[in-house]
């Protein structure tokens, strides 16, 4: 019975653990949403999204990689963020009736961020960012 206990305790404290370093989280309502992620590449189109949606990309090892993003909005406000080496850095605000896309220099062989935050209800969104080797 001890044992049981003791293992039960252990197993608790490891998922809590687990969840509690989880880095970035989703946390979003969204209605419409069509979404496509793999290890390279992500992309959503929706109808309304309130909140943040995370993706999570990984690069090459022995490449030198890039970010290419691109996005449009009819309504709202959001801001779209990244992150490949520990440090939250914006990749792009975007507006009502707003485009853009764009390209950043990424670290080789890192887990790549994309964290897409509202500030207000959005809608009409349109967005899509894969990772391309430069060399």
């Known amino acids: 019975m001890k044992k049981s206990i003791s293992i039960a305790v252990l197993l608790l404290a490891c998922c809590l653990l687990l969840t509690a370093c989880g880095g970035y989280r989703s946390s979003f309502k969204a209605t419409s949403m069509v979404e496509n992620c793999n290890s390279t590449a992500a992309s959503m189109r929706f109808s309304t999204l309130e909140g ?7 690069t090459a090892k ?12 009819e ?19 975007i507006g009502a009736g707003e485009e853009a896309s764009g390209a ?6 890192a887990k790549v961020y ?10 009409g ?11």
């Open 75 to 93: 309504t709202g406000k959001a801001t779209v963020y990244y992150d490949d080496d520990g440090e939250k850095k914006t990749l792009f605000e």
């Open 52 to 58: 943040t949606k995370v993706y999570t990309l990984k």
């Open 125 to 135: 969104g349109d967005f899509s960012f894969e990772l391309k080797k430069t060399t």
């Open 62 to 73: 022995d490449a030198e990689t890039r970010l290419h993003y691109s996005g449009t909005l």
């Open 114 to 123: 994309v964290i897409f935050e509202t500030n207000e209800a959005c809608t």
């Open 104 to 109: 950043v220099d990424v670290a080789a062989g």
